[in-house]
């Protein structure tokens, strides 16, 4: 399976700030998402980074907040703009691939990025 | 509705012990089960899954047990170890040829040794 690799692992960021997470992917891959996983929670999808195009939003979600790029089929970045203490998170990064659990496709993450708004 | 219900919250069980974690859904075009293993500081990694015309999977000492008709599916720990001890994650593909998925909750398990 695809390895991801994610930066920064972790950061304390001041309340206003923008923080830019970079995922990095071995291998070309068409689809990329962002979770984001609050704590002692479950894992929320934010958007899928669609190459070539626009990010796809899932509702409660909003591209001005978290804006994405996916510049090519190994990489994106995701955007936490104007931080507030409820963003605190861990953002996860994850790729779509199939698998051998009957040709289904499932999803592999990247270690996420810790993230704490002060 | 676009939920799976997880539980319970936390688990703890000695070493050689059997866990169950169970999970439950209510939308019927859910397709497909996988089940997550999260260590601290680690992303969730793919541990089995299961179709919903499956009644049970096992992969080595992991066995997911599903039943289509009360919409529930449970992950069974055989002979659990210390190494085991990290959080589960049950999820539901929404649909289809997608790759949209509804995690649970997680459950925190602890194994003693």
């Known amino acids: 399976s695809a390895v991801i690799s994610q930066k920064p692992s972790r950061d304390i960021c001041q309340r206003g700030t923008s923080l830019t997470i970079q995922c990095q992917v071995d291998?070309?891959?068409?689809?990329m998402f962002w979770y984001r996983q609050q704590p002692g929670q479950s894992l929320t999808l934010i958007a899928t980074?669609?190459?070539?195009?626009?990010?796809?939003?899932e509702s409660g979600f909003v591209i001005d907040k978290f804006p994405i790029s996916r510049p090519n089929l190994t990489f994106s970045t995701l955007t936490v703009s104007n931080m507030s203490p409820e963003d605190s998170s861990i953002y996860l990064c994850s790729v779509a691939q199939g698998s051998s659990f009957s040709g289904a496709n499932v999803l592999t993450f990247g270690a996420g990025s810790r993230l704490t708004v002060l | 509705q676009q939920q799976v219900k997880q539980s319970p919250q936390s688990l703890i069980v000695q070493k050689g012990g059997i866990p169950i974690i169970n999970c439950a859904y209510e939308n019927t075009a859910f397709d497909y089960f996988p089940w997550y293993q999260q260590f601290p500081g680690k992303g969730p990694a793919l541990l089995i899954a299961?179709?919903?015309?499956?009644s049970e999977k096992k992969e080595g000492r992991f066995t997911i047990s599903f039943n289509k008709s009360a919409k529930q599916f449970s992950l069974h720990i055989m002979d659990s170890q210390p190494g085991d001890s990290a959080t589960y994650f049950c999820a539901a593909r929404i649909e289809a040829g997608t790759y949209k998925y509804i995690f649970g909750t997680g459950t925190r398990l602890k194994v003693l040794a």
């Open positions: 980074a669609n190459q070539g195009s626009e990010a796809t939003y």
């Open positions: 299961i179709r919903p015309d499956v």
């Open positions: 291998s070309q891959v068409t689809m």
